[in-house]
């Protein structure tokens, strides 16, 4: 499957279903009272990150996904089934956006998050039996569920990152320290997606990112680098990898470095380990030259190994590096709570029945006003226009609420239009 780490896609849940106008027919009773049921609430869309997944290709095709909607109320008091959910499962690190506000960050295994909510079932008339309406002629519409346009993005969450130039063996080494099998060959850009690997060392599992090839330019959209530098946010620790036979090793230590600091990853709290691999194409005294000299120019203290995945020299002390490092970060940080950012979630007080009963008026016209207010909202996008009692019921819930006594305040007269809800009402005071 083809590595994708950014999609957009469009989720709608499903729509409550509307309420029942019933009434009972019972042997020997002529005019039964009302059993109309209630409408059943809309399926939620839930995105579910799970370890099973590494990539968001699934969606690549699949650009809308919808949720179950309700069933309708029926006869005898019977309830709408509810609508079924739609679970979307997506790779741990998925981030999830709707109009550029971060919704909700999925960094453990198996969480879950409802990001749109079904809609409510309307009222059957059952329910609307009184001391002064014996016989309700009328039900509730079901609400819409949630739609939303999303952006998914991926950022892999790795204990080590393996970062460096093209070519300079990142592929091979991931492949010699663990279970990966990335393709290698003699050429720049071999890896053009993050190939994971599993270390097992110590009776430990340290999961291995293999960041694709950075070059100078990465951060401004050059090469392969702008595409997966996300993923060396969220790693433990860098596994800085250095071809110690290239014309200068340092600059191209630099040149890296300039890269992750210009896209604004925090390198002054991320561990670091120097790898200087291809050793056995130098001599033991060149080697030595050049390590040295990475010492001596280092602003910073870090580890620097000598290595090569081609004779296998130095893998074992590499793995052990690894090993203290993450366990150190892990001492500071433990891995069962993952520093999350910041996380907006989703308001969903529209879809509930416990929303505020303030509402806004603002005049458009003469004699036509608009009126916001999601508690209105609901009350008219439940009413069935085609029904009359259902319409003087919604009259005397805005006389209820409030609105009439609002709109007098300004300067409404008889035969008012107002605009709520997608819908035009006139009001005759």
Do not use: W
């Amino acid at each position: 499957m083809n590595f994708v780490d950014q999609v957009k896609i469009t989720v709608q849940a499903g729509d409550g279903g509307d309420g029942s106008i019933s009434f009972r027919h019972e042997k020997f009773i002529a005019k039964g009272g009302p059993d109309g049921g209630d409408g059943g609430d809309g399926g939620d869309i839930i995105f579910e990150a799970s370890a099973n997944q590494d990539t968001l290709a699934n969606f690549r095709y699949k650009k809308i996904i919808k949720a179950e909607n309700g069933d309708r109320g029926s006869f005898n008091n019977r309830h709408g089934k509810r609508g079924k959910d739609q679970i979307i499962l997506v790779p741990i690190g998925t981030l999830i956006y709707n109009q550029d506000q971060l919704l909700v960050d999925l960094v453990q295994n198996h969480q879950r998050e409802i990001i749109a909510k079904g809609g409510q079932g309307g009222f059957g008339n059952a329910h609307f039996i009184s001391s002064t309406r014996q016989a309700p002629k009328f039900a509730e519409k079901g609400l819409k569920g949630q739609k939303l346009e999303l952006k998914l993005e991926l950022k892999m969450i790795a204990d080590v990152g393996l970062i460096g130039l093209p070519n300079v063996g990142k592929s091979s080494l991931i492949s010699r320290i663990s279970q990966a099998r990335p393709k290698i060959a003699d050429y720049s850009f071999t890896t053009l997606k993050p190939s994971l690997g599993m270390l097992d060392f110590r009776g430990q599992a340290i999961l291995i990112a293999d960041i694709p090839g950075l070059i100078a330019g990465a951060s401004s959209g050059k090469g392969l680098g702008f595409d997966f530098l996300r993923h060396i946010e969220r790693t433990k620790i860098l596994v800085h990898v250095i071809d110690i036979s290239s014309s200068d090793p340092f600059e191209d230590y630099l040149t890296i470095r300039h890269e992750l600091e210009t896209y604004q990853i925090d390198l002054k709290i991320k561990p670091e380990i120097i790898v200087l691999n291809k050793v056995d194409l130098l001599s033991q005294t060149e080697v030595e030259r050049i390590t040295n000299d990475f010492k001596k120019k280092l602003k910073i203290k870090t580890s620097i190994l000598k290595i090569s995945t081609q004779s296998l020299f130095g893998l074992d002390d590499l793995k052990d590096l690894i090993y203290r490092e993450v366990n150190k970060v892990n001492q500071l940080q433990p891995k069962n709570e993952i520093d999350q950012e910041t996380v907006k979630v989703i308001n969903f007080d529209h879809l509930s029945s416990k929303i505020s009963r303030k509402f806004v008026v603002s005049k458009i016209a003469d004699n036509k006003f608009k009126v916001i207010g999601q508690d209105l909202e609901n009350l008219v996008n439940k009413t069935d226009f085609n029904n009359s009692e259902a319409i003087n019921r919604l009259h005397n819930l805005l006389i209820k609420r409030g609105l009439v006594n609002e709109l007098k305040k300004q300067g409404a007269k008889d035969d008012c239009l107002v605009y709520l809800a997608d819908h035009k009402i006139d009001f005759l005071f």
